[in-house]
Structures are given as C-alpha cells and as structure tokens.
C-alpha cells in the first residue's frame, strides 16, 4: 500500500493556482498568529509553539 | 462501501493532540501569591476570570482539533460509492492505476480471421492507453507459462508502454493466466491511485484459466479482500480475438520422442512424434518434415493421412554427422494456428561416451573377472569409432577423482559401497552423471540398502536372501514388462534376443517409495524385478539384479547384449544433455575453466538475447539461463559471432504445451462461476469496457477538504487570539 498522499497540483493550471493560494493562506495565518503569541507571551515561549507545530507536520 | 482511510498507520498522529494541551500547561507561569492590602483593586473580576478561561480551553480544542484534522487528512480518507463521491466525482475524475495483462499462450496467433487474437490485444491496449489521462499509470505483463513482467513497476510514460507493445515476441506455449493476475493484484498494492484496475486481454480460449482450481481462485479472493473497498482493484477481461471462427481445421505435432539426447557419433538417431487433427472432418495429408539444426532436409518429407480428429505416427531416422548439439525440429506446413506445427528437441552427439568399470571381483584371470564380458563388448575389435570409451578399475583402486571424467560409472558386484564415496558419487550424478549398480555373489545386502535409505543413489533396498534357478527353471525377462519403457526395443522374441537370456541367480529388489519414485524397467517371468532405474537431479541411476558377467544369466553370450550394454549406459548419460527442458526450468551448460560469461549471449525465439549467469555444482563451473517462459529454440554464442549472424552454437529447446493446441473456448457457465461475487468482469469489446468503467462506483479521495477545514479552523485560531490580544491580555514587554 502506498501511504503517501498524493498531490496532483501539477496536474492542470487551475488546481497549480489553487493549491499554490491554499499555502500562501497557510503561511500567511501562521505568520499572523506568531505575531499575536508574541504579544501574548514571552517570544521564546511563541517560538516554540511555532517550532512544535511546524515539527508536527513535519513527523506527520 | 463507504468513508474509509487509506493510511490507517497514520492514526497513531492522534497522540499529538495531547501536545496543544501540553504546551498550554507548560507555558503557563508560575507565580508567587504574595497577599497585600490593595491586591482587591488590581483583581479582575470573576466574569472576566471565567470568560478568560473558557476562551483558552476553546483555543485548546481548537488547536487538538487543528491537530487531528492534520492526521485525518494524512491518513488519507476516501469515500466510495457514497454521497460524497458521487458529489465529487461530477467535479473530478480520480486518476487510475491499469495493470494490462496480454496472454501470450499459442493460441493468440490463431490466423483463421481477419486479424490474430494478439494483433487484436495489442490494438485493444492501445485505445486503452489513449483514453487514460496524464496521471495514470500503465504496467504491462505477459502471461506466460509463467508471468513475464514487460513494463513493470507501473508507469505514468505511456509511450514506453506503447513501445513495448510493439516489441511483444510472437505468442507460443501456454498461459497462466491466474498467475498473471494475481501478479497484476500485487503490482497494484504498491500503486498509489484510488481507482485500480486489471485488465486481461485474451482470446477466450478455456485451456489456461485453471476454472476448476478454487484454491487458486480463493487465494486471489484473498488477496483482494486485503484492499480498502476504495481501492480494491477491478478486474475486466476482454476476449478482443473472439468470435473466432475455428471451424477451419488445424493440426498440431505432439512432443518429439528421441531414443536419446545423448547419441554417438556415427549412430542412427530414431525421432518419433505423431501429428494430431483438430477439427478436420475428413481424413487429410498433411506433409511433415525435419529439421536439423534450422535446415530442413528435403529427404525427410513425408506426407501423413490424419484420420477426421485423429492422430498419425511420424518417424524418422538420421545420423548426426559432427560433434557437439543439435536441434532437431519435425515440421508440419503451416495452418491457421503455426505455433504448434513444429516440435522440437536437442540431441547431443559425442565421440565416445567415456564409462568407468569398477570391477568388485577382479581375478588374475582376466576372462574370470566381473567386468570382462562389459569391457568385451563395449570395445569390440571389428568397431573402427568405438561408441563408449570403457576404462575398468578394481574397487580397491578406485578414487573419487576418477568420477569426473567420466559419463556413467558401474559398481560391478562390489561387496559394498565406500562411505568416502558418498560424497563425490552424489555430486557426480546431480550434475548429470549415470550410475549403474550390478549385484552379484559379493553383495552385502544390508550395506547397499542401507545406502539406498541413507544417501539415494539407489534406486531400490535389496533382499536379504538371493533368488536362484537352476537348469531348466532358469527364468527369463518378462516381454511384456518391457513394453512402454526405453526398453521395448528388446521385447521382440528373436534368436539370441534379451528375452531369450536365462537368469539363474538374482536379488529381490524393493524400489524405494517417494515422490520420484523409481521405474521398474524390466522384470522377470518369475515377477521379481530385474532393471530399476530412478533420478537423482540431473542424473540417472540404475540397478540390475543380476550379474554384469555370466554367473548368474546367460545374456553376455547373446548378441542383444552389447546393444543393451549400449543401450542402458546411454540411457544413464542422458542426463548430461538437459537441453531440452519445460518452460521455467533453467538452461545449464557445463563449462571449463576458461569460459567467459559476458563473452556470450543466448539468442531466443523471435531473435531475443538473453544474459547468461555464472553458476557452479559440484561437477564444476555452469552457464545459466533462468529466463525461459518462451518456449522455442535458444543458442548459446560468442557474442561477437552473434554480431556477424554466424557462429557455432550450444543449441536448447524449451518445449511448448502440447495442450495449448486445444482451442475450446470458455463455457459461459464457466465465466459465470469465475465472475462471481464481482471478481472479474468480462467484456467483449472497448465500447463494453468504458460503459463498464462508467457504470462503475464512484471513488473518490478528499483530503483536500479536510486540509480545507484545518485553513479555516487555522484562521479560526489568528482570530480567537487576536480577540485575546485586543481584549486586553497583551503581555507588556516593557515590563517582562
């Protein structure tokens, strides 16, 4: 069984701008919400938050 | 059908939604309460307390659901056959994985129509091919009389597919097409497509499908019952060739049958086959032909009357006149099915066939000695090119270093076998040395049936106690006994004939039991056995009950016994020239020390080169050759020499199904049974496969929208902390 997830965004133009625009999305709100932690707690305690979240993808 | 994941392992994720509420606690301050008169000032009020913590248990949810959205959409959900796939499967086609199976059997070259089965098949894969999209991905495998893997593993490059099959070597032999199948289901659990798909193109004939094995069918049941409903593969078998008009008559040459693949030079080789009617409702002539080594010989036509669905014998005679293989090939003229109008063999011709006589009485007389009347009559005088080069040795004189050089090896009446032989003789015959043991006065029964159990290098125990006859209640060899084996040439009565020899002594033999068990080639009047033979890898093994000389029977002083001396060693050889094997069975040649392996190339049917690999036995170095799914002819040459077309050659043969001639088709009952329960589908045409691609469930995967629900949930969590920012929360940094 192939267990990898399967991406098919080079397969036509459309779906190349749509899952292009879904990642600049996803960057954009992570980005944010690091700006607003900062603000809520100390900026080492931000950064790994953002350090745990983006190694959770990563192990995924 | 329903919602399932693809990627169950994945799950094991969801143990990261312990880690928002983790880092919630571990980020959390400690502070010291220290209590002072104006703290009640500085306090929130409770509502705002308690507004405080239901906003960041929700932020705690929503970051664990955040998380176990993530592992959802990884562990690959897929819908089949329910509301969301049909949804989605008006938006979008999911991609698809093809395994196409072409059967390569014999009966795929049928030429009675306007086009063969197999020109149908491979332009049926090819409209195939034009409506797969840019992500669909095509292996391609040949079912054989095993599966040969022409495009595998699947590719996404459909004009290699497109090459390959118009590089497809000419159908022959027979298919396994369950095998091919249940290949193709495993080709298709490494894929990585939702929609997954089979298809076999064949042309409907019964002899392959194997529909009475339900084991075999079971397993594939099996097999297939370990998908995920979504992305269980279909199978579709589509019969382009049919309907095939086999009301023509066709004729087919059964399995040559040579005396011995191991002849003298010199010596007449006998051929013999029988040419076989399919369909002919009147007796016709049929011209049949042979072949030496591609050459036919205009001397060797005959012309056969095949009775209506009959069958005719064939045979012919002919002196190999040099050393070394031959292919030998009896020829029809070519009918609507030309893949079965030939037959064919290898027979290698030698100088002389060097043989070791291990004398176990040797006498200062020689005249009196076990192996005179032997070694008489395998070099007589009058002979100018003897057959057998005989070389006698004592058996207190007899080394292992002997057994090499020699093709068959006779224990004459020794007492009983050397344990340091056990060794080396076993190696000598798996590599395709003959043995032939003789008993006599000196046999010591328990030890040579103790060496039968123990090391199998004979083929039967002996009795405790000898058998004997004298004068007129001498016995001879039962005729009949002989019928059926290598030996029915002696069965004829004759004066001075094998059947006129009288035997007086003998020992009872007990061939042994097993999977190969031995064949009891001669037997005497009184019952008891007189020649068993059996195998032993390669090679062959003999015993004989009776004496080698004239102690115990009369035949030395008939004139049949130098041509069954001839007879019986030749036979034992025949296990140094495997050059005629079944499909599947590897080609082996023996090679000296000097041999270069990467020097020669093996040239097979349709002009296909082969690499040859380097393999050793005991007997020495081997050149090997495993691929042999396509039965035909094979040369081993010089690489170089294959370049200018010429060149002597080490000629093999692997032999084609003779079963394939039988070109019944596939009962519907039969389709129904192997269709149930969804199985296979049939269809008999292009159009009947894409309404049947149409018709089936939709499937389809959709991570995305949980990828697009997690975006939201994420644009969720900014706003909910920018509300705790903006609400008053905000951690000073000029006061931390």
């Known amino acids: 069984m192939n267990h990898r997830l399967l991406f098919h965004v080079l397969d036509s133009p459309a779906r190349l701008v749509l899952g292009g625009l879904a990642v600049l999305a996803a960057v954009v709100l992570v980005v944010r919400l690091l700006q607003f932690e900062r603000q809520l707690m100390p900026h080492a305690a931000s950064r790994w938050l953002l350090g745990l979240r983006l190694s959770v993808i990563v192990l995924l | 059908m329903g919602w399932e994941l693809l990627n169950t392992p994945m799950l094991w994720g969801l143990a990261g939604l312990s880690l928002p509420l983790l880092a919630h606690l571990l980020t959390r301050r400690r502070f010291e309460r220290v209590s002072w008169a104006a703290m009640q000032f500085l306090e929130l009020e409770r509502d705002a307390r308690r507004r405080v913590r239901i906003e960041e248990l929700q932020l705690i949810l929503l970051r664990m659901l955040l998380v176990g959205l993530l592992v959802v959409a990884m562990a690959r959900p897929a819908d089949s056959d329910g509301w969301l796939a049909k949804w989605l499967g008006e938006v979008e086609t999911s991609r698809r994985d093809v395994v196409i199976v072409i059967d390569g059997s014999g009966s795929m070259g049928w030429r009675g129509g306007q086009q063969t089965p197999r020109a149908a098949a491979i332009q049926f894969a090819h409209r195939v091919l034009e409506d797969l999209g840019p992500g669909d991905s095509v292996a391609l495998i040949e079912a054989r009389h095993g599966v040969r893997a022409v495009i595998d593993p699947p590719t996404v490059n459909h004009d290699l597919v497109r090459a390959a099959l118009g590089q497809l070597p000419a159908p022959g032999g027979t298919a396994d097409l369950p095998a091919a199948i249940r290949r193709a289901v495993s080709l298709l659990r490494e894929t990585g497509n939702l929609r997954r798909e089979v298809l076999v193109l064949t042309d409907g004939q019964a002899h392959g499908w194997r529909a009475e094995d339900g084991v075999l069918w079971d397993r594939l049941d099996d097999q297939l019952d370990g998908f995920p409903d979504a992305t269980r593969p279909v199978i579709r078998v589509a019969t382009p060739g049919e309907p095939r008009n086999t009301s023509s008559p066709h004729f087919h040459v059964a399995p040559l049958e040579v005396a011995r693949e191991l002849v003298p030079l010199g010596l007449a080789v006998s051929i013999r086959t029988t040419v076989i009617g399919h369909g002919n409702l009147t007796t016709v002539n049929r011209r049949v032909g042979l072949e030496i080594d591609g050459q036919r010989l205009g001397d060797r036509t005959l012309s056969v009357s095949v009775p209506p669905d009959g069958e005719a014998a064939v045979e012919f005679s002919y002196r190999i006149p040099t050393a070394g293989s031959h292919h030998l090939a009896v020829v029809l003229d070519e009918d609507s099915l030309p893949g079965d109008d ?12 060097p043989v070791l006589l291990v004398d176990g009485a040797p006498h ?7 192996t005179f009347f032997a070694r008489a009559a395998l070099s007589a005088a009058a002979n100018q090119q003897p057959w057998v080069a005989g070389r006698v040795v004592s058996w207190d004189r007899l080394s292992p270093t002997d057994f090499p050089d ?3 090896i006779v224990l004459a009446n020794v007492a009983r076998p050397d344990p340091a032989w056990q060794y080396p003789l076993t190696e000598f015959v798996q590599a395709g040395g003959g043995l032939l043991v003789t008993l006599g006065d000196r046999t010591d029964p328990a030890a040579w049936s103790d060496w039968a159990d123990s090391t199998g290098l004979l083929p ?3 009795g405790d106690t000898p058998g004997s006859a004298t004068g007129s209640a001498a016995v001879r060899v039962d005729s009949e006994s002989l019928a059926g084996s290598w030996m029915a040439r002696f069965g004829t009565t004759r004066q001075g004939g094998f059947t006129e020899a009288r035997f007086t002594g003998w020992w009872p033999l007990e061939p042994l039991e097993g999977p190969a068990a031995p064949r009891i080639a001669a037997v005497l009047e009184n019952g008891k056995p007189l020649l068993v033979t ?8 003999a015993v004989w009950s009776s004496t080698l000389d004239a102690d115990w029977n009369t035949l030395p002083a008939r004139p049949d016994y130098v041509s069954f001396l001839h007879e019986v060693l030749f036979y034992l050889a025949g296990g140094q020239s495997t050059r005629t094997v079944t499909p599947g069975d590897p080609l082996l040649l023996s090679v000296g020390d000097d041999f270069r392996h990467d020097q020669y190339v093996v040239v097979g049917p349709g002009g296909l080169r082969f690499e040859i690999e380097e393999a050793s036995s005991g007997a020495g170095r081997l050149a090997r050759l495993n691929d042999t799914l396509l039965p035909g002819h094979y040369a081993l040459l010089p690489r170089e020499l294959t370049e200018r077309g ?3 050659a080490e000629h093999f043969v692997i032999t084609a199904d003779p079963a394939e001639a039988n070109l019944d088709r596939l009962e519907q009952a039969t389709r129904v049974r192997l269709a149930r329960g969804g199985r296979i589908e049939f269809v008999a045409n292009h159009d009947e496969l894409r309404d049947a691609i149409g018709e089936s469930a939709p499937r389809t995967e959709f991570w995305y929208l949980v ?14 902390t920018r509300r705790m920012v903006r609400g008053g929360y905000r951690q000073e940094t000029s006061a931390s």
């Open chain 2, 646 to 648: 010429i060149g002597p």
């Open chain 2, 342 to 353: 030939r037959s064919e063999t290898v027979v290698t011709a030698i100088d002389a066939l």
């Open chain 2, 534 to 541: 059996g195998r032993m890898g390669r090679g062959h093994l």
């Open chain 2, 364 to 370: 200062p007389d020689a005249t009196r000695a076990e």
């Open chain 2, 460 to 462: 039967a125990r002996i």
């Open chain 2, 406 to 408: 020699s093709g068959v």
């Open chain 2, 707 to 720: 990828l697009l629900l997690f975006l939201g949930l994420l644009l969720g969590e900014v706003v909910m």
